[in-house]
Structures are given as structure tokens and as C-alpha cells.
């Protein structure tokens, strides 16, 4: 296995999903979403997905469909929906004390987790975060755009509700 710059992946829920309940890995299926799988199949790593429904999701997890999007809840759900989300990640992962996460999610969601990561000692790479959707695609799929290194500013994406 080549070196991977990340212990833990975590990417974004979509709003295309399919019609009925299905394993978290099956049920989102925009093609940007696909991107993701792929990438994060790829490279053999821990990975989950962030639903603002169901906080963090392990990818063979049940889920039925759901419409949700982050920045239409409330404050204080979003704050605790970002403790949740790491919470979960640290019981599922185990201590996040100098692993390195990468996160491919928009920027609402982004600004409610980095938070909490870095308070439990987890170093956070946002690899794409400056990228337009059409760029991370690219990227994703081994293309050479430009990836940003280190943790870089939270991503300007659009509305991926979930």
C-alpha cells in the first residue's frame, strides 16, 4: 500500500439518494459522491460519512432516505451535531490524538467538526478545500489539480444537504 497522508477519511453526505433504505455507501448516489467512494476505496483507509441527519455513518450502515441540510438547523443543533459527529468518530476510531483526518466536506460543515477535532489532538488535512467542484472531481480520480496541503481554509462548495 503507498503512503497515504491520512489515518481517517471523512466525506460528505449528498442529496441525491436512492428511493429506498440501503447500506450508507449505496444510498447516496450523485456522481461526486461516487468520486468519493471511489477515492476512499482506494486507498483502503477507515472511512465514514457525515449526514447532517445522522451525524457520522459507517459506510455499511442502514440508512433510509432523509432530507437534511446542515445550515437549515438550528445554532445549537449545528454545535451539537460537530461534538456528535467527533464523538462518534472516537468511539468508532478510537483516540484521535496525533491521526491525521481528511475531511472532503462543504464549509457549514467543515466549521462545526475542525473544531472539535483539533480539540482531541486530531491534526485535520482539507486537501481540496480551495478547488471548484469541477477540480475535486478531477482530483479525486488522480487528475493534477492542484492539492492544497495541509489543512488549509474551509471549502466554499455548494449545498450538498444530507
Known amino acids: ?6 489515518d481517517l477519511l471523512l466525506v460528505t453526505c449528498v442529496y441525491e439518494k436512492a428511493d429506498g433504505p440501503r447500506q450508507a ?8 459522491f ?13 472511512w465514514f460519512i457525515v449526514s447532517a441527519e445522522h ?15 446542515l ?7 449545528q454545535e451539537v451535531w460537530g461534538r456528535w459527529v467527533v464523538t462518534r468518530l472516537r468511539l468508532l476510531a478510537g483516540d484521535l490524538a496525533h491521526r491525521t483526518v481528511e475531511l472532503h ?14 480539540r482531541v489532538g486530531a491534526t485535520v488535512r ?4 480551495e478547488l471548484s467542484l469541477d477540480e475535486q472531481a478531477a482530483w479525486l480520480e488522480g487528475g493534477s489539480m492542484r ?13 450538498t444537504p444530507g
Do not use: C, K
Request: glycine share 6%; proline share 19%.
Open 55 to 69: 451525524g457520522l455513518v459507517r459506510p455499511d450502515e442502514w440508512l433510509a432516505p432523509y432530507e437534511r441540510y
Open 34 to 46: 461516487l468520486r468519493l467512494r471511489r477515492y476512499a476505496e482506494r486507498h483502503g483507509r477507515p
Open 1 to 6: 500500500m503507498p503512503n497515504v497522508p491520512f
Open 147 to 159: 492539492p492544497a496541503t495541509g489543512p488549509g481554509p474551509l471549502p466554499r462548495t455548494g449545498r
Open 105 to 118: 466536506v462543504s464549509r457549514p460543515y467543515a466549521a462545526r467538526i475542525v473544531p472539535w477535532l483539533t
Open 126 to 129: 482539507q486537501p481540496v478545500a
Open 25 to 32: 455507501r449505496d444510498l447516496y448516489r450523485s456522481p461526486y
Open 71 to 77: 445550515p437549515d438547523t438550528p445554532d445549537w443543533y
